[in-house]
């Protein structure tokens, strides 16, 4: 069956909404990617008697006026909001473009305010690797307490949120092929769930945690604040840092892997159980991050 043939921007958005209704994201994505593109309809056609604009008539200028207009109005977006504005954008042309609606992506070449958002914390390489030292040298202590090299090791490999870690069980180590397994209870969030490879070093790892502490059920028995605590207050000074989180672990292994180049967008976004609007930010920042560094 051909596709259908797409010339305005109010079918466009009707031809959109389909689309956004099929994948599976969030609620609260779905509304943040629906919601941004209306407005910029609205921006385009404030009158809805008017023709509703070609999509070869909209260029980068319209992107650029409507981000301003959204930033300069009496009740201005946040620029948190306003770098989500662009982002819906880009999403949104860069769906029409894959689909042959659109020649040329009008959002591609308008760039990110910089310093919109804070960048993220992460650590060098010698940092990583001080880090892992320190938290070896911890394991082997009196307390022998093996969680802060289990925790580094994991989250630096498989890059996984500090809520996802303290979910894990026992039974979400996978052998064969070794990897790790990432549930989540909520329909709306299964779209998140995803099996990530681990290394032999951090298998070995994980069950030595479940030894040491004679583990049946979650890998982690203890709160997220507990092990973060160990992080910042026990391994960071060993390592010449002043405070160490699951998230700056998390953007590490994120860091690591935009760097390389060697896994697509789609990659990336199930690896790091994202939205495609989480993707595009977090893919935003890691290249800003690159290029300030």
Not at 157 to 168: F, N, P, R, V
Not at 176 to 185: C, E, G, N, T
Not at 229 to 239: E, S
Not at 263 to 288: N, V
Request: proline share 6%; hydrophobic share 35%; with cysteine.
């Amino acid at each position: 069956m051909p596709a259908p043939k797409i010339e305005r921007l109010d079918e466009a958005l009707q031809e959109y909404a389909r689309h956004l209704d099929k994948r599976l994201i969030a609620d609260n994505t779905r509304k943040a990617f629906w919601g941004d593109v209306r407005l910029f309809e609205r921006f385009l056609q404030p009158d809805d008697k008017q023709p509703a604009p070609l999509l070869t008539q909209i260029k980068g200028d319209h992107v650029r006026s409507f981000l301003e207009h959204e930033e300069h109005q009496r009740r201005a977006a946040s620029p948190k909001s306003l770098e989500r504005r662009l982002t819906s954008l880009k999403a949104f042309f860069k769906f029409l473009r894959e689909h042959g609606y659109i020649m040329l992506d009008p959002a591609d070449g308008v760039p990110y305010k910089p310093l919109l958002d804070p960048l993220p914390d992460l650590l060098t390489d010698e940092e990583a690797d001080r880090t892992l030292h320190a938290a070896r040298e911890y394991s082997l202590e009196e307390k022998l307490d093996t969680r802060p090299l289990t925790v580094v090791t994991l989250v630096l490999e498989t890059g996984i949120k500090k809520s996802e870690c303290m979910a894990l069980t026992v039974h979400d180590i996978v052998r064969d092929p070794r990897s790790i397994a990432i549930r989540y209870a909520k329909k709306h969030l299964k779209f998140k769930e995803r099996t990530l490879p681990i290394s032999e070093e951090c298998l070995a790892l994980l069950d030595a945690n479940i030894e040491r502490y004679e583990l049946n059920d979650k890998l982690f028995p203890c709160t997220g604040r507990n092990l973060e605590y160990l992080l910042t207050g026990k391994i960071a000074p060993r390592a010449g840092l002043r405070t160490l989180t699951f998230e700056m672990l998390r953007w590490t292994c994120a860091m690591r892997d935009f760097r390389t180049g060697q896994m697509h967008d789609d990659q990336l976004q199930y690896k790091y159980g994202l939205s495609p609007i989480g993707w595009t930010e977090m893919a935003a920042k890691l290249k800003r991050s690159q290029e300030s560094a």
